[in-house]
Structures are given as structure tokens and as C-alpha cells.
């Protein structure tokens, strides 16, 4: 009779794998180290092209450093991570929806404003010498009074507040897609069992929220961070060469907008998410946090006269300070401090983060 | 050596205990097992799936030390996880996700490259006769097909144990003798180790050469399917010709008890200590009575669960009626 032995030797095609080796089993240690060393030069280059910022010793400065150390950080945890391949599958799931990309589509229409108007603005300079020039089909206009509206109007020129007021636009078509991504990614794995597939892999908890955020980071970053640095090659290729050395802290506030964006939105849409599970809950929650807290936030200091402090209430507005701050955009009086905008940022991530890990940790996952 | 003596044990468990809070969930489990095919049984909140838990590193145990497959249940959690194909009894599948992408999924969460995995997944589910159905959305898979698809996702990386949580659940009868006999397949011809949790006892019958049995967190019985069913050496199956009204009453005089007969002649009996076969058939010649069949009674695993159940209860109730000091 064959020992057990003799039949794992010369069993059919399921017992030719090796078990799992770990990480670095293979070639995969060269393709992290290869990685790595890539996202390193990135940030030099990102670093370089804002050099006179780094000889300053303001507190900027060192928000800008530590900045690129926690982009640097977010890459390494991917990659010594297994949220990769939840985060791929996450994204493909959405993509397969036809409704996600109206959405979508919805939410670029500002990006196109924004593109569109630069190339009119542009050509507008070019017919200054001209008292009226035709503008497609829509009439005859004066190019001088063409780009003072583009200039300071609609801030069409390319400088920080171009790009705030790109963000600012752009987070409403955000708020739509994440109520419809948070239902689809994590809604849906705590209404059909799915968690207990993910949880008794050799993955933990953490590397699950980290795919589940990266998916949504990724959408977000579609959204915001990736449109707004084509907006500012698309200006360095139509003004000149110099603006691409001149703004270089521009490209590096924007990756910083877009950053406390995905880290503050990621967090509050996983934790709204596990909370409300179902697509019409979650835009129901989600429209109450960005729409009403910041009409209520202009309620109570704007009519009712109360400390700007209550505009903290808001997290639009929070983030738009901080967003402002890293962009280097002075902000109004009647604002409160950027410090404690963030201040509340970090204490909403916390908070959701501490509901996360304690929900998931409280999933049955053997029934 | 002998290869037995080489191969570390599936399962080495010394004193294992769980609590949650004052309820104790698993009470000093003891027990030692070789690689096979395991059945675990017991009724609902016998401690089951908080064993299952602490086999998986999901939940370390109260007390108690235990291993699988040499390596440490409370210290190499993960490492456990990548050693054991997990069925879950729950669907857990990922709505809109095609049946490859899934399994693939899994592979890639065991730590299998992309391409590694999605290779491994179509082998996998072709193995499993799920190869025509593998580009389908999940939500149009049969209960029959996400079974197996489920099965697909444990094996993808092809663990050397596979921990199976009700895997028959919801399936008809060709689709349940169909699951089971892959399940034996896996077992006994490419030399998986399985630990198959269920509440229906036809499945580890047919499945297991091992079975243990949990009653409130206590390890009742352990040992193969066959000798356990054995184990009781009181009954007997006797076939009788002619009038048995005179042997009956000898026999009953004797310390025999009838335990059911039947219109042709066949008789269970549970006969007292210390009896011998061949006073059947002196009394049977006594009293002018022709036994045609002798055998030993052995019980169905059914039988004996519910036997093995019946005994504990009713020594946990005189265990507390002691306490209590009630006469009886």
C-alpha cells in the first residue's frame, strides 16, 4: 500500500505549488527594492523642483518634508503589505459600473472649465492688440476684458489660488462618487459575509482597510491631485519653461491638498461605510457632514455673529484652510486658524480609525 | 524510522481552554492526531467554532498550549493561516466578481503572485469541474457551484490542511454525495489533511477516518470512525427459528435484556459483564431454539453520538445534583 508520502510525490496538478515562502521569496525582493528606490527619486525630484522653500526654515517647510516622508511611508506599507491586491480588485469592481462612470464623468466637468479656459485665455492674450475678436459661436468679446475675467475672476493663471479654487470645485463631484464607492466597497463585504473571506487569510485587519483606502484614494486622487497637476503642466507648456522652476511649491502644495483630502476622506468614508453599509444611507450621511454642517457652520457665524471657531464644524472648510496653507494662499479674517482645522482633521481621522479597527475586530468570522 | 514516526502530528492540543468573560467556551482539550481526514462534531455551542478559531490563529486560547503541524497555535498565527485552506459555511463571496478573479484573489492573499495565482485559479477550478462557469459573475453560481467555488478558494495554494465548515450546507442530495466525494477525494488520493466541522453525521461517516466529539466545551470521545462504532461491547444481533417464548424468559432469568425484535425472528440484545457467546447457544439447544446469526451489535455514528451526548448530560445532572446534595 502507498505511504502518504509515496502519494504527495505522485499526486495529479494540485500539489505542485510550494507553500507560500513569504515576501521575499524570489525575484519579488528586487521588485520591492526597485520600487522603492523609484518613489525615493520621485521625491528628490519633487523636492528639487521646491528648493527655495526647503532653504526656508518656516514651518511650511518642515509640513513639506514631512509630507513627502509620509508619501514615501504610504508606498512602503503597500508594498509590504497584501492590501495590493484588495485595493486592484476594489478598483476594477467600481470600474465595472456604468453608474460610476456618469458619476464620474459628472465630477470632471469643472477639470474641463478649468482646461478649456486656460487654452482660452492663452489665445485671449494673443488678441490683445485686437478691440473685439469672436469667440466660437457665441458673440464677439474684448480680449483685455477676456483675460481680466479669466485673471482675477475665475483665477485662470496658474497661481495658487487657480489650484484652490480647482480643489474647491472639484470635492463636490468627490462627495458623490465616494458615497457610491463606500456602499460598493466596504458596504457590501459587511452585507454579504465577504469580510470572513478577506480576515482568515494570512492578512490583518489593517491590511484590509489599507486595500479597501487605497481604492478609494485612488478615486479620489482621479478626482483632484491628477487633474490638478495636468492643470499645471498644461499652464508651464502655455506660459514658459521657467514656471515649471518657478512653482515648483505649487506641484508640491497641490500632491499636499491631495493628500489631507485622500487621508481625511478616506477614513470618514470607511467609517460612514461599515456604519451605514446601503448606497441611499450613506449619500444620506455623507450630504448631511458637506452639506448641512457648512450651512450651519454660515449660520452661526455669519448671522448669528458667533466665534469663527464654529466654522471648524465644517470639514469642507477645514480642509480648504489646510489645503490653502499648503498651497501658500493668504485666508480671510473671518477664518479660523489653519492649525486648528487640522487639528479637527486629525481628530476626525482618529476617531473614525478607532471605529474601524473596532468594528472589524468585532466580525464573527467563523459562524 | 517509519514515516509516521517522522511526520509531525496534524494536531497537538495539551489543555486548550477559551473564555469569554465567565462562560468557558473550550474546557482542557487534550488530544494528539496524525495527518487524516478529521470529523468534528457536536451540537450547537459545543465549542466548535471557537476550536475552529484557535486552529485558524484568529482567537489565541485562555489556557493550554497546542501545535499544527509543529508550528505553535498562539505564536505563529499567521504562519497558521497560510498552512490551512479555510471553507467558510458563510458565502462570503464578492458580489459581481467572476469566479477566477476570485479564487485568484484568494491565491494573492496566500501571498501567490498575480499571474501565480490567476493560473493557479483556473487549475483549481477546472479540477473542480467549475471550468465551463469560471468567467461568471458569483451571483449566478448555484449553491452547488459556490460550494465547490468556495472549496476552489481554500485549496488555491494548496495547503496541506483544509478546515472545512459545514461544506454540504443547503445542498441536494447529488450535490451534497457529489461535494463528499471530492472531499474523500482530496483526502485519501492527494494526501490532504482535513478537519471537517458539521452537524449532519452521514458526512463524516463517509468522509473521516477520525472523529472528535465537543459537548460543552469538553472533548468527549476521540478516535477512528470504526472503532468508536465498535467500542460498544454489550450488543448483540441474534436470528432465532422456532418458538422463543422459553428461551426469552431464560435469557431475561440470565440478565439479558431485549432490546427489539422483529416479526422474523431477529433480535438486539445487550447482554450483562462477564457474558459469553456460547450461552446463546446452550440455551438456545436448551429450549429447542435454532439461532441462524450471531453478530455483534455495532452502533451507527448517529447512535453512538447521540448515546455519547445522553451520558454526559446525565453525569454533568448527577455531578450537580451532588453539589446540591439531593438524594436521589
Redesign the interface.
Known amino acids: 500500500m502507498a505511504s502518504r508520502a509515496d502519494i504527495l510525490r505522485s499526486s495529479g496538478p494540485l500539489l505542485h505549488y510550494r507553500t507560500w515562502q513569504g515576501v521575499f521569496a524570489g525575484s519579488r525582493l528586487s521588485g520591492t527594492i526597485a520600487f522603492v528606490v523609484v518613489q525615493t527619486l520621485l521625491l528628490v525630484v519633487l523636492f528639487a523642483l521646491s528648493a527655495p522653500d526647503l532653504h526656508d526654515s518656516t514651518l511650511a517647510g518642515w509640513c513639506r518634508l514631512l509630507l513627502g516622508a509620509v508619501f514615501l511611508g504610504l508606498w512602503a506599507l503597500v508594498v509590504y503589505s497584501r492590501a495590493w491586491p484588495i485595493a486592484r480588485l476594489s478598483l476594477l469592481l467600481l470600474l465595472r459600473r456604468r453608474l460610476f462612470w456618469a458619476v464620474y464623468a459628472l465630477g470632471l466637468v469643472s477639470f474641463l472649465l478649468f482646461f478649456f479656459g486656460q487654452y482660452l485665455m492663452s489665445w485671449a492674450v494673443t488678441q490683445l492688440g485686437e478691440q473685439s475678436v469672436r469667440v466660437g459661436g457665441f458673440g464677439r468679446a474684448n480680449p483685455a476684458e477676456l483675460v481680466r475675467v479669466f485673471r482675477d475672476v475665475l483665477k485662470l493663471n496658474g497661481s495658487a489660488e487657480t489650484f484652490r479654487s480647482f480643489f474647491q470645485l472639484e470635492v463636490y463631484g468627490v462627495m458623490i462618487v465616494l458615497a457610491l464607492a463606500g456602499s460598493i466597497l466596504i458596504g457590501n463585504d459587511l452585507r454579504f459575509g465577504s469580510l470572513s473571506f478577506y480576515l482568515s487569510r494570512p492578512i490583518s485587519s489593517w491590511d484590509y482597510l489599507l486595500g479597501k483606502g487605497l481604492a478609494v484614494a485612488a478615486f479620489i486622487n482621479l478626482m483632484t491631485t491628477i487633474p490638478a497637476l495636468i492643470l499645471f503642466v498644461q499652464y508651464g507648456l502655455l506660459e514658459s519653461w521657467d514656471y515649471f522652476l518657478t512653482s515648483g511649491h505649487l506641484m508640491v502644495g497641490i500632491i499636499g491638498y491631495g493628500l489631507s483630502l485622500t487621508v481625511v476622506l478616506t477614513t470618514l468614508l470607511l467609517a460612514t461605510a461599515v456604519w451605514v453599509q446601503r448606497t441611499v444611507p450613506l449619500i444620506m450621511v455623507w450630504t448631511s457632514l458637506f452639506i448641512f454642517c457648512p450651512l450651519l457652520s454660515r449660520a452661526l457665524v455669519d448671522a448669528l455673529r458667533l466665534d469663527p471657531r464654529w466654522r471648524l464644524i465644517d470639514l469642507w472648510n477645514d480642509l480648504y484652510l489646510v489645503g490653502s496653507r499648503l498651497l501658500q494662499v493668504d485666508l480671510s479674517r473671518t477664518q479660523p486658524d489653519w492649525q486648528e482645522a487640522a487639528l479637527v482633521l486629525t481628530g476626525v481621522c482618529v476617531l473614525c480609525l478607532s471605529y474601524l479597527i473596532l468594528r472589524i475586530r468585532a466580525v464573527e468570522i467563523v459562524k | 524510522m517509519s514515516?509516521s514516526a517522522a511526520?509531525p502530528l496534524l494536531l497537538e492540543l495539551d489543555g486548550i481552554c477559551r473564555d469569554y468573560g465567565s462562560f468557558r467556551a473550550l474546557s482542557n482539550i487534550s488530544l494528539r492526531l496524525p495527518?487524516g481526514r478529521i470529523g468534528l462534531l457536536g451540537p450547537n455551542g459545543a465549542g466548535k467554532?471557537s476550536l475552529?478559531?484557535i486552529l485558524?490563529g484568529?482567537l489565541p486560547p485562555s489556557a493550554g498550549t497546542g501545535k499544527l503541524l509543529g508550528r505553535d497555535i498562539a505564536s505563529a498565527r499567521?504562519?497558521l493561516?497560510?498552512?490551512i485552506g479555510?471553507m467558510?459555511?458563510?458565502?462570503?463571496?464578492?458580489?459581481?466578481?467572476p469566479g477566477v478573479?476570485y479564487v485568484a484573489?484568494?491565491g494573492?492573499?496566500?501571498?501567490?503572485?498575480?499571474l501565480e495565482a490567476r493560473r493557479?485559479a483556473h487549475?483549481?477550478l477546472s479540477?473542480l469541474g467549475l471550468e465551463e462557469a469560471r468567467y461568471r459573475p458569483l451571483e449566478q453560481y448555484s449553491l452547488g457551484m459556490k460550494q465547490r467555488l468556495k472549496l476552489a478558494?481554500a485549496?488555491v495554494?494548496?495547503?496541506?490542511v483544509l478546515l472545512l465548515?459545514e461544506p454540504t450546507s443547503g445542498l441536494d442530495p447529488a450535490g451534497r454525495d457529489s461535494m463528499l466525494d471530492l472531499l474523500a477525494n482530496?483526502g485519501r488520493?492527494?494526501?490532504k489533511s482535513l478537519i471537517l466541522c458539521t452537524h449532519l453525521l452521514g458526512d463524516v461517516q463517509r468522509v473521516c477516518e477520525t472523529v472528535l466529539i465537543l459537548h460543552r466545551g469538553r472533548l468527549l470521545r476521540q478516535g477512528s470512525v470504526a472503532e468508536l462504532c465498535a467500542s460498544r461491547q454489550d450488543r448483540y444481533c441474534l436470528q432465532i427459528q422456532g418458538d422463543p417464548s422459553a428461551f426469552r424468559e431464560e435469557l431475561l432469568l440470565e440478565g439479558v435484556q431485549i432490546v427489539q425484535e422483529n416479526e422474523r425472528g431477529w433480535w438486539r440484545v445487550a447482554v450483562p459483564a462477564g457474558w459469553s457467546n456460547r450461552a446463546f447457544f446452550a440455551l438456545a439447544s436448551n429450549h429447542g431454539v435454532t439461532l441462524t446469526a450471531l453478530m455483534r451489535d455495532d452502533e451507527t455514528l448517529e447512535d453512538l453520538f447521540h448515546r455519547v451526548l445522553q451520558e454526559a448530560d446525565q453525569s454533568s445532572r448527577l455531578d450537580s445534583e451532588r453539589s446540591h446534595g439531593i438524594p436521589r
Open positions: 514515516e511526520a495527518p467554532s475552529l478559531k485558524l484568529l499567521a504562519e493561516r497560510r498552512l479555510y467558510p459555511e458563510a458565502d462570503g463571496l464578492i458580489p459581481g466578481l478573479e484573489l484568494s494573492e492573499l496566500y501571498g501567490m503572485s498575480y493557479r487549475e483549481v479540477h478558494a485549496l495554494h494548496d495547503p496541506p465548515d482530496l488520493d492527494l494526501g
